[in-house]
């Protein structure tokens, strides 16, 4: 059974950095096709995707907000890690992490089994 | 970039009816890479169709997908007390990996 979990700061401060931790269990950051994808949802608003990390460790951002994030993973800890620079009170959200697959050439990256999100404010 | 826009914003019907969501893209997409997802308050979001029409493992027959190019369809044949919830279509094919605005499917 996949499960993910999200964990990090409720509350941020403006212009600092945020960064979340997704937890997963019932499968390997290792395995060929696999990855992690992190999305948000700002109150009220539509989903965004933010960036995801695959098993051969290739990382995609979406470029709208690529300058300011960073995903690593920890295979050992089944863990995967986003920081997100200079946060400002748009950034405030709730920001889930997702299994994802893909086929052999990266064509595609099908999120299928979620976290249920961890909420971020962004205030002084 | 592409823009996914669905309709209508919210929808208003009672259990036992069935419901029409759209999807629209900004411009022809491969229906192979278009899912649609339900969310409901304080829960994961959960995949319901991939590839337009395939459902996803325990995902009620009562749930169809269709469509291709700009405009993809979920629909709901009867509705069940369980259904009420925010659906998103998505397209998973190219990054930025688009979302919609997503359509509130509420009780009447």
């Known amino acids: 059974q996949i499960t993910l979990k999200e964990s990090g700061p409720m509350l941020v401060k403006p212009t600092q950095t945020l960064t979340l931790t997704c937890t997963f269990s019932?499968?390997?950051?290792?395995?060929?096709?696999?990855?992690v994808g992190w999305i948000r949802q700002p109150p009220g608003k539509a989903l965004e995707w933010l960036a995801l990390i695959h098993w051969d460790d290739d990382k995609r951002y979406n470029p709208s907000l690529k300058n300011r994030l960073a995903i690593t993973k920890d295979t050992s800890k089944n863990q995967v890690v986003l920081t997100m620079t200079n946060m400002d009170p748009v950034d405030t959200a709730t920001y889930y992490c997702?299994?994802?697959?893909?086929?052999?050439?990266?064509?595609?990256?099908?999120?299928?089994?979620w976290g249920q999100g961890t909420t971020v404010t962004v205030s002084s | 970039e592409l823009v996914l826009t669905q309709s209508p914003g919210t929808l208003s019907l009672s259990p036992g009816e069935r419901a029409t969501l759209s999807c629209r893209a900004s411009q022809s997409v491969s229906s192979s890479f278009l899912a649609w997802f339900q969310h409901k308050p304080g829960q994961a979001p959960r995949l319901l169709i991939y590839?337009?029409?395939t459902r996803a493992t325990g995902t009620p027959d009562r749930f169809s997908g269709s469509g291709s190019g700009t405009d993809f369809t979920l629909t709901i044949s009867r509705l069940e007390p369980d259904d009420f919830a925010v659906y998103y279509c998505?397209?998973?094919?190219?990054?930025?990996?688009?979302f919609g605005q997503g359509t509130k499917l509420e009780i009447k």
């Open positions: 019932g499968f390997s950051l290792t395995t060929s096709g696999v990855g």
């Open positions: 997702a299994h994802g697959s893909c086929d052999y050439h990266k064509s595609y990256f099908g999120m299928d089994l």
């Open positions: 590839g337009a029409s």
């Open positions: 998505q397209y998973y094919g190219t990054s930025p990996y688009t």
